[in-house]
C-alpha cells in the first residue's frame, strides 16, 4: 500500500500510527487504536482537523496494525480538502526507526516535519512552537507537558509536611543520578529538520530498545551538536495509553472550552 498525490511545499507532518494499542485491551481488538472515538469521532479526525488547521497540507503515514482502516479513514476526511496523503504499509511489529526509515524519503530535502503520535489529543500553538525552531536554528525541537499525578501528592518543605494534594499538575522530574538537571516530560511531538536524520542510521538505532531507540538516538545526536530547542505546550494534551484514559476524556464536558474546539470550529468554516 503506497499512494501518493501531487508533490507539494507546504507544511509536512509524519503520524506514528502502526502500533498495535496493545494496553487499550478490548478497545483495539476489532479497530486500531487511532479510530477509537472519543466523544463519537475516532482520535484521527481531531488530529487531521487540527493539523489542517494549523496549514498542514502533506501527511505520512506510516502503517501497521489495521492499516488498511487507517489509511481509508484518513482519505476519506481529507477528500474534499486540498491535502496529500501518503500511506505506506511499514509492517506489522516494524520499530518506529524502520518506520521512519521508510517514509523519510517523501519529504523533500532542507524541509521541516513535524512528527506527532496518533493516540494524543492536542490543542496548541504549531505555528508558534515553528517559529521558535526557526528562529534558534534547530535541527529538532523538543516540546515539553505538564502532566496531572493520577496519585495523590505529600507536600514537603523542609522535610515538614505542608500539604496533600490530589490532581496536582507536575512540570519537573528529578533523576537521582542527575540531581542538578530537571526533568521534562516529553509531549511526543516535535519539529525536525530533515538533516538531522542523516546524523543516525535508522536501520540499525533501537534496535534492542523496542523501536524507542530511535527517539533517544536521533535526539541526542542533536543535543551533541547545540542544536536542540525547547518549547513549552500551553493547551490541551491528552494521550490515550489506556481504557481509563478513554474513559476519562469521554467524562469531560465537551464544550467549546475543551475537546477539539479548534478543530471543530476550523472544519464548520470549510
Not at 505506506?88 to 513535524?114: C, E, H, V, W
Amino acid at each position: 500500500m503506497e499512494k501518493q498525490n501531487n508533490i507539494s511545499q507546504t507544511k509536512w507532518a509524519v503520524i506514528l500510527c502502526g502500533g498495535r494499542g496493545s494496553r487499550m485491551g478490548e478497545s483495539t481488538h476489532d479497530i486500531p487504536k487511532p479510530l477509537v472515538k472519543i466523544h463519537g469521532k475516532p482520535i484521527m479526525w481531531y488530529t487531521f482537523w487540527t493539523l489542517y488547521a494549523h496549514g498542514f497540507r502533506n501527511f505520512i503515514l506510516p502503517l501497521g496494525y489495521k492499516g488498511e482502516m487507517v489509511d481509508e479513514y484518513f482519505r476519506r476526511i481529507a477528500a474534499k480538502t486540498d491535502s496529500q496523503v501518503i500511506s505506506i504499509d511499514t509492517g506489522l511489529d516494524t520499530s518506529i526507526a524502520l518506520r521512519m526509515y521508510q517514509a523519510i524519503k517523501y519529504i523533500p530535502d532542507n524541509m521541516d516535519f513535524f512528527l506527532l503520535n496518533s493516540d494524543t489529543l492536542f490543542e496548541f500553538d504549531i505555528n508558534d512552537m515553528y517559529k521558535l525552531h526557526k528562529k534558534t536554528n534547530a535541527l529538532i525541537t523538543l516540546s515539553s507537558v505538564d502532566v496531572v499525578s493520577s496519585w495523590g501528592l505529600i507536600l514537603v518543605k523542609d522535610n515538614e509536611v505542608t500539604g496533600f494534594e490530589r490532581q496536582r499538575k507536575i512540570r519537573h522530574l528529578f533523576s537521582n543520578s542527575l540531581k542538578d538537571v530537571e526533568g521534562l516530560v516529553y509531549s511526543g511531538f516535535s519539529w525536525i529538520d530533515k538533516k538531522a536524520i542523516n546524523n543516525i542510521d535508522l536501520q540499525t538505532c533501537g534496535i534492542d530498545e523496542g523501536g524507542r531507540g530511535m527517539e533517544t538516538s536521533l535526539f541526542q545526536s542533536a543535543i551533541d551538536k547545540g542544536r536542540v530547542a525547547h518549547y513549552s505546550i500551553n493547551g490541551l494534551w491528552f494521550p490515550i495509553d489506556t481504557p481509563k484514559d478513554l474513559q476519562i476524556i469521554n467524562m469531560m464536558i465537551d464544550d467549546r472550552h475543551s475537546i477539539g474546539h479548534a478543530a471543530k470550529k476550523y472544519k464548520e468554516k470549510l
